[in-house]
């Protein structure tokens, strides 16, 4: 069984798909039929379970069905947290969800459904990139705007400091990193009531001759984070005091 779906997933499907221009996915239905009782009825085969899970996870996606692909990838991470196959059925996952956020469209920004999917997108970056040992920039920084887009510091502050650690030396990442990265951990960090870690992160690169953060976001972050700011609506108002 897993041998027959392994072959309708990675020849015969992906080939339909890539030769249709992706529009094409009825292959996945295949793979769906064979595998959807794998788990169950061949519990005892080890690695041949979680490959087969991705298998499933990917095919529901491709499918469409990002609900279907949600349950096996949280399945996936209860019994195989640090498995590759996990990473890659959570990525899966993201791509049909961003697919389905586009489709709603931007004028749906702010809406239920809009940051429904959102955090969904978040969550299943977050899975992939946990998992992974050196993620690349590229799926850092995307999880961290989706983070910083739904007003979750705490969620976005882990891969944005992941991205300075990393890339901050980078040839290719730094002035990236450097302009706007770092302010965004900043104000994380100022959001969360770290204001003398945002002071220090963002000091030495505003102030003085040639510092390379001599612009009105940066300059704005830091005087919140030295002077304290006040933040919110006229029911709610949050006053964070500076460093």
Known sequence: VFYRAFIDHNIVAKNRLKKSDGQDASGYQAVVDQLSDFATTHGDSGRFVVRALKMLANSHAQLGDAEKSAEIVGQM?????????????ALALYNVLEDRRDALGEDAAGSDPYQAVTLDMAKSLKVTNDISA??????????????????????????????VQRFADDAKRQETVTKQVIPDLAESMIELGEVTEAKDLLA???????APLRFRRPTILLSRAMLGSVTGTASRVQATPGA
């Open 77 to 89: 991470i209860a019994d195989y947290p640090d498995a590759k196959e996990t990473a890659d059925a």
């Open 134 to 163: 050196s993620p690349d920039y590229i799926k850092l920084r995307k999880e961290s705007k989706l983070w910083l887009e739904l007003g979750r510091w705490a969620d976005a502050r882990g891969p944005l400091e992941r991205i």
């Open 204 to 210: 030495p690169l505003v102030i003085g001759e040639g």
